[in-house]
């Protein structure tokens, strides 16, 4: 999550964009840890639902900031 909060000078975005970035980043952060501790504690039944939340974060900051802007 450093690593992607530390691109965000680069990326050119509006105050409104940058926090939603950040949030995006702060989410990640916490379902990725959230997935470690399931996994960690091998509650295999949470495993699954841990990732697609991870996924889903990256989804979705992926449509906002890597695809074309007008």
Do not use: M, W
């Amino acid at each position: 999550v450093n690593g992607i909060t530390a691109a965000l000078p680069r990326l050119h975005l509006s105050p409104d964009q940058q926090t939603t970035f950040r949030t995006l980043a702060t989410q990640l952060k916490e379902r990725a840890q959230t997935l470690a501790i399931v996994a960690r504690n091998h509650q295999y039944a949470q495993i699954a639902p841990a990732l697609d939340d991870v996924e889903q974060t990256c989804t979705a900051c992926h449509r906002l900031f890597r695809s074309p802007r007008s």
